[in-house]
């Protein structure tokens, strides 16, 4: 498809258990964002890739998150271990930005409503 | 620390009328502003952006002001319509060029009523 593609759109798990949430950004975009959103709040940054660079994790909350982008396509975010708090829409985003170039808007996937038990 | 916020979490307008959803900034660094409108069980979709060089942008029924002194923006709907029913973000980011990220706000929800 022409957008970002993220799996599965629903993730029910029980609390301790590993989870891998996997997003399809647009073909040729370069950077990809994660973004969660717990209920009542805004858009929480996590991680950011651009191109080949290292990627900015300031945002991830603890060490139980991680996230990789394989061949600068396909990202996967993986949370360890996962408690209640965890519980969210993880969205990701991907855009063209380059350095040097104006901002581009990023383009979210519709997310994956994460439900820890 | 909230770097951007958006004081109304709700607002309700009439169609036809205008809808004002406000977003102040802390961090004198921001250089370029975005709006953001969000349908449930949909991701963010980008709908006006602003310079820091520019006090205004407008795109149809969609008009964005930035007021750098006071470190505060605001995007206006006019007329709104039903279909304007969202959540609206606002979003910051640094200065262009570099390697970045944007930094959101929590979000006002309006409705348009008929």
């Known amino acids: 498809g022409a957008g970002v593609s993220q799996s599965p759109s629903n993730k029910v798990t029980e609390k301790g258990k590993d989870v891998e949430l996997r997003c399809d950004p647009i073909?040729?975009?370069?950077?990809l964002y994660w973004y969660r959103q717990s209920l009542g709040q805004g858009l929480e940054f996590l991680i950011y890739f651009q191109g080949n660079s290292a990627p900015d994790k300031s945002g991830l909350p603890s060490d139980r998150f991680s996230a990789e982008r394989t061949g600068g396509s396909v990202s996967t975010l993986t949370i360890q271990r996962t408690q209640q708090e965890d519980s969210a829409v993880y969205l990701c985003?991907?855009?063209?930005?380059?350095?040097?170039?104006?901002?581009?808007?990023?383009?979210f996937g519709n997310g994956t409503r994460l439900t820890v038990t | 620390d909230q770097q951007v916020k958006q004081n109304s979490p709700s607002l309700s307008v009439q169609e036809g009328r205008i809808s004002i959803l406000n977003c102040d900034y802390t961090?004198?660094?921001?250089?370029?502003f975005l709006w953001y409108k969000k349908y449930p069980a949909e991701g963010p979709t980008f709908l006006i952006s602003i310079s820091s060089i520019k006090d205004k942008n407008e795109d149809g029924r969609f008009t964005v002001f930035l007021n750098k002194s006071a470190k505060h923006l605001s995007l206006h709907i006019v007329p709104s319509q039903p279909g304007d029913s969202a959540v609206y973000f606002c979003a910051a980011s640094p200065k262009t060029g570099t390697a970045s990220k944007l930094t959101f706000g929590t979000g006002t929800r309006l409705q348009v009523t008929l």
């Open positions: 073909s040729g975009h370069t950077a």
């Open positions: 961090n004198s660094m921001f250089d370029y």
């Open positions: 985003a991907s855009s063209s930005h380059r350095r040097g170039t104006v901002n581009s808007p990023l383009h």
